[in-house]
C-alpha cells in the first residue's frame, strides 16, 4: 500500500471512528423501559440475495452496454421513478392468492428501483471508448470495460451500500417488511447505542474492504 493510499484510509478510518464515537456517547435510551428491538435475522439472506443480484447484474448489463448506456432515454425513463412507486407498483401487481409480499416483494421492488440507477452510475464511471479502444475492435472494447469494470466493482460497493439501505427502509415500510433499513431506523430512534456502533463498524469494514490496496496508474 504506498503512502497516498496508506494516508486516505487513515483519514476515512478517521472519519468512521469519529461516527462510533458518536453513537457510543449518545444520551441512551428515550424511556428507561425501551428496549433495542430484536435483529431480523430473517431479511439477512433475502438481502444478501438482492444485494449479490444486483452486484452482478449491473455490472454485466454494463459491460455489454458500455458507457453509452449513461445516456439512453429508456434507461433515464425507468431510472425516474421513486423507490415508493416501485414498492406500491409491485404491491398493486402482487397476486392475493400468494398472500403478503414478504421478502419476496420486498426484493423485486429493490431491484426494479436499483438496477436502472446503479447502471447509470457504473456507466458514466467507465472511460471513453473512442477514438480507442473502439478503433482495435469489439474484443478490445470488451476487454478494456471488463478491466473498468473490475477496478470500479469495490468503490462502488462501499459508496452505494448506505444509499441502498435508505431506499430498503422505504420499500420495507410500505411493504409491511420488517428488514434492515427498519432495524437502523429503530435503532437511531431508540438510542440503541450497542446496536448502532455495531451498525457503524460492519459499514466501516465494508467500506476499508473497497478500499484499493495500490493507487491506480494516472
Same mark, same amino acid.
Given at each position: 500500500?504506498?503512502?497516498?493510499?496508506?494516508?486516505?484510509?487513515?483519514?476515512?478510518?478517521?472519519?468512521?471512528?469519529?461516527?462510533?464515537?458518536?453513537?457510543?456517547?449518545?444520551?441512551?435510551?428515550?424511556?428507561?423501559?425501551?428496549?433495542?428491538?430484536?435483529?431480523?435475522?430473517?431479511?439477512? %439472506?433475502?438481502?444478501?440475495?438482492?444485494?449479490?443480484?444486483?452486484?452482478?447484474?449491473?455490472?454485466?448489463?454494463?459491460?455489454?452496454?458500455?458507457?453509452?448506456?449513461?445516456?439512453?432515454?429508456?434507461?433515464?425513463? $425507468?431510472?425516474?421513478?421513486?423507490?415508493?412507486?416501485?414498492?406500491?407498483?409491485?404491491?398493486?401487481?402482487?397476486?392475493?392468492?400468494?398472500?403478503?409480499?414478504?421478502?419476496?416483494?420486498?426484493?423485486?421492488?429493490?431491484?426494479?428501483?436499483? %438496477?436502472?440507477?446503479?447502471?447509470?452510475?457504473?456507466?458514466?464511471?467507465?472511460?471513453?471508448?473512442?477514438?480507442?479502444?473502439?478503433?482495435?475492435?469489439?474484443?478490445?472494447?470488451?476487454?478494456?470495460?471488463?478491466?473498468?469494470?473490475?477496478?470500479?466493482?469495490?468503490?462502488?460497493?462501499?459508496?452505494?451500500?448506505?444509499?441502498?439501505?435508505?431506499?430498503?427502509?422505504? $420499500?420495507?415500510?410500505?411493504?409491511?417488511?420488517?428488514?434492515?433499513?427498519?432495524?437502523?431506523?429503530?435503532?437511531?430512534?431508540?438510542?440503541?447505542?450497542?446496536?448502532?456502533?455495531?451498525?457503524?463498524?460492519?459499514?466501516?469494514?465494508?467500506?476499508?474492504?473497497?478500499?484499493?490496496?495500490?493507487?491506480?496508474?494516472?
Amino acid at each position: 500500500m504506498n503512502r497516498l493510499v496508506a494516508r486516505e484510509t487513515l483519514q476515512g478510518a478517521a472519519v468512521w471512528g469519529l461516527g462510533v464515537a458518536l453513537a457510543l456517547t449518545l444520551p441512551g435510551a428515550l424511556w428507561k423501559s425501551a428496549q433495542p428491538p430484536p435483529f431480523p435475522f430473517h431479511a439477512l %439472506l433475502p438481502t444478501a440475495l438482492a444485494l449479490g443480484s444486483l452486484s452482478l447484474a449491473a455490472p454485466l448489463a454494463v459491460w455489454a452496454g458500455g458507457p453509452f448506456l449513461a445516456t439512453r432515454r429508456t434507461l433515464a425513463l $425507468i431510472e425516474a421513478p421513486p423507490d415508493l412507486l416501485w414498492a406500491a407498483l409491485v404491491l398493486a401487481l402482487w397476486p392475493a392468492a400468494w398472500g403478503p409480499p414478504g421478502m419476496a416483494g420486498w426484493t423485486a421492488a429493490f431491484l426494479l428501483a436499483a %438496477l436502472p440507477g446503479e447502471m447509470r452510475w457504473l456507466a458514466q464511471a467507465l472511460p471513453a471508448e473512442t477514438p480507442f479502444p473502439a478503433a482495435w475492435g469489439g474484443e478490445a472494447v470488451r476487454r478494456a470495460r471488463g478491466l473498468a469494470l473490475a477496478r470500479l466493482w469495490g468503490p462502488w460497493l462501499g459508496a452505494r451500500l448506505p444509499l441502498w439501505l435508505t431506499a430498503a427502509l422505504v $420499500i420495507e415500510r410500505l411493504l409491511g417488511v420488517p428488514g434492515l433499513g427498519t432495524d437502523w431506523m429503530d435503532r437511531i430512534a431508540r438510542r440503541d447505542r450497542a446496536g448502532l456502533t455495531a451498525w457503524i463498524l460492519v459499514l466501516a469494514v465494508l467500506w476499508l474492504l473497497s478500499r484499493p490496496l495500490e493507487r491506480e496508474p494516472a
